[in-house]
């Protein structure tokens, strides 16, 4: 069975500071790989997905992670952090949106 | 318009009540889903609609029923709920079931008493 674990329930970061998000899962095939984000509020958006090609990847806001098969992790990075970034981040796994597995989520807080 | 709208956006009701939740996409998409998000638990999929057929349903209690009449539209009917029922209803819908991006509605906050 396919699981996400992001083992960060909450992390504080200043503004300005880089930020990376830890997100480890486990698939049995070639996963397909997404951040979410969530804002008090909100629905949730996507941030960037990976499916396949270049380990790399970019998203939107300014968000980039990195795909690595011999860890099994999909980390979420950005090198300075806004204020308005603050929000709860969602890691999923799945191949096909209909077997989309979340990750319990990472609330992000940015101090001054 | 917004992408995905879902109304009510907050819901008190009892155990014995009868409410509907809507949503409506104005996306063109051909995928709606219902998806539940409960506090310290990750997103948990309901139900899958795809071109107006029910895809998926995930062993989600008889309590909950949904309706799909059309590509633009989805219900998720409540009867005889439980307390710990309460959660963020979150409706999204995609383009295509495998490839597209999940485009999420801002939730139904469903509280039951």
């Known amino acids: 069975a396919q699981s996400v674990t992001q083992p960060d329930i909450h992390i504080t970061v200043s503004e300005g500071a880089s930020l990376e998000l830890r997100c480890n899962y486990s698939?049995?095939?070639?996963?397909?790989l997404f951040w979410y984000v969530q804002s008090p509020g909100q629905g949730l958006q996507l941030l960037l997905k990976y499916f396949s090609g270049d380990t790399l990847v970019q998203g939107i806001k300014g968000f980039e992670a990195e795909f690595k098969r011999s860890q099994s992790s999909f980390n979420l990075r950005k090198p300075s952090v806004h204020w308005s970034d603050a929000a709860e981040y969602f890691c999923a796994v799945g191949a096909g949106y209909s077997t989309l597995t979340f990750g319990k989520g990472t609330m992000l807080l940015v101090s001054p | 318009e917004t992408g995905v709208t879902q109304t009510p956006r907050h819901l008190v009701m009892g155990m014995t009540n009868k409410k509907s939740l809507k949503c409506e996409q104005h996306?063109?998409?051909?995928?709606m889903y219902w998806y539940k998000q409960s506090a310290k638990k990750p997103l948990e999929l309901m139900f899958v609609y795809s071109l107006e057929e029910r895809v998926e349903n995930n062993s989600v209690p008889s309590r909950f029923s949904p309706e799909c009449p059309n590509s633009s539209h989805l219900f998720l009917h409540l009867h005889t709920l439980q307390p710990e029922d309460s959660a963020l209803y979150l409706c999204?819908?995609?383009?295509?079931?495998?490839?597209?991006?999940?485009?999420f509605g801002e939730g139904s906050r469903l509280t039951v008493l």
């Open positions: 999204a819908s995609s383009q295509g079931q495998n490839t597209g991006e999940l485009f």
């Open positions: 698939y049995g095939a070639t996963p397909y």
């Open positions: 996306l063109g998409h051909n995928a």
